[in-house]
């Protein structure tokens, strides 16, 4: 009898530890997303800027084309 129950307990520990690395793992995964969330919170505004920056519109709610034009404009302004 036990035998049976060492068998039994070496199951039960068997699951408990499977289910320790699924939550393990699941913790890992949500921490990269958040992690990897937050940096796109951060670095993707400035991203659209300097992309926005190159448009030969003076609007940024259509996109005309690309073109160093603002680029000049603040150079030569003085």
Same mark, same amino acid.
């Given at each position: 009898? #036990? &035998?049976?129950?060492?068998?039994?307990?070496?199951?039960? *520990?068997?699951?408990?530890?499977?289910? &320790? !690395? *699924? @939550?393990?793992?699941?913790? @890992?995964? /949500?921490?990269?997303?958040?992690?990897?969330?937050?940096?796109? %919170?951060? !670095? *993707?505004?400035? /991203?659209? *800027? /300097?992309? %926005? $920056? %190159?448009?030969? #519109?003076?609007?940024?709610? @259509?996109?005309?084309? %690309? $073109?160093?034009?603002?680029?000049?404009?603040? &150079?030569?302004?003085?």
């Amino acid at each position: 009898m #036990s &035998a049976m129950a060492n068998s039994t307990d070496a199951r039960r *520990l068997s699951r408990r530890s499977r289910v &320790a !690395y *699924l @939550q393990k793992r699941i913790a @890992q995964a /949500v921490l990269s997303l958040y992690g990897w969330g937050g940096y796109a %919170f951060m !670095y *993707l505004p400035i /991203v659209i *800027l /300097v992309v %926005f $920056s %190159f448009n030969d #519109s003076r609007s940024t709610a @259509q996109w005309v084309g %690309f $073109s160093t034009r603002w680029y000049v404009e603040m &150079a030569n302004d003085r």
